[in-house]
T-cell receptor, first 116, second 113 residues
Framework: AQTVTQSQPEMSVQEAETVTLSCTYD???????LFWYKQPPSRQMILVIRQEAYKQQNATENRFSVNFQKAAKSFSLKISDSQLGDAAMYFC?????????????FGQGTILTVHP | ETGVTQSPTHLIKTRGQQVTLRCSSQ?????VSWYQQALGQGPQFIFQYYREEENGRGNFPPRFSGLQFPNYSSELNVNALELDDSALYLCASSGRARTDTQYFGPGTRLTVL
């Protein structure tokens, strides 16, 4: 069974600075997708960024980028120029590839606080 | 484009009762997944529906059941509610293509007393 581990229950960052959230996963599959979702106090789970395992290039979305280390099964999220609106719970998630559907397996989450 | 919607927003039930939660998928999406999120935890997969049939199930007992309708909206039914069923229930919709991502609704907060 696939597992996703986020070892940082809480992180904090000063506004305009950079923070990195860690995620490791365990799978025997070679085809899979990885995601970072953000859940603010409003509860809505919002997709931040996704990475296809077969792509060597790290995904980027504006101020958000990932460091995908397939051999180490590591998938960290870097937030640059942090903003107050980035404060939320962040979840790393895994989905098996091969089919377009299937369950997402989530980590335990990291609470990110942004200080002004 | 309409996003994923869920109703109701909040719900309070007593132990032993039954509850139905509703989800409307995002326009163009034909697959709906349901997740249970306990307070302070990551979501846990309950099941997924595609073309009105259950298409995968997580480690949840049979008293958790669902439906998907021809318009791709979905219901989650929970019978014989237990205190541990108190959680945020999230619905996510997606298309069927390999590259499709699941997009989530705002959730229903269920409290069982």
């Amino acid at each position: 069974a696939q597992t996703v581990t986020q070892s940082q229950p809480e992180m904090s960052v000063q506004e305009a600075e950079t923070v990195t959230l860690s995620c490791t996963y365990d799978t025997s599959e070679s085809d899979y997708y990885l995601f970072w979702y953000k859940q603010p106090p409003s509860r809505q789970m919002i997709l931040v960024i996704r990475q296809e395992a077969y792509k060597q290039q790290n995904a980027t979305e504006n101020r958000f980028s990932v460091n995908f280390q397939k051999a180490a099964k590591s998938f960290s999220l870097k937030i640059s120029d942090s903003q107050l609106g980035d404060a939320a719970m962040y979840f790393c998630a895994y989905r098996r590839g091969g089919t377009s559907y299937g369950k997402l397996t989530f980590g335990q989450g990291t609470i990110l606080t942004v200080h002004p | 484009e309409t996003g994923v919607t869920q109703s109701p927003t909040h719900l309070i039930k007593t132990r032993g009762q039954q509850v139905t939660l509703r989800c409307s998928s995002q326009s163009g999406h034909n697959t709906v997944s349901w997740y249970q999120q306990a307070l302070g935890q990551g979501p846990q997969f309950i099941f997924q529906y595609y073309r009105e049939e259950e298409n995968g199930r997580g480690n949840f007992p049979p008293r958790f059941s669902g439906l998907q309708f021809p318009n791709y909206s979905s219901e989650l039914n929970v019978n014989a509610l237990e205190l541990d069923d108190s959680a945020l229930y999230l619905c996510a919709s997606s298309g069927r293509a390999r590259t499709d991502t699941q997009y989530f609704g705002p959730g229903t907060r269920l409290t069982v007393l």
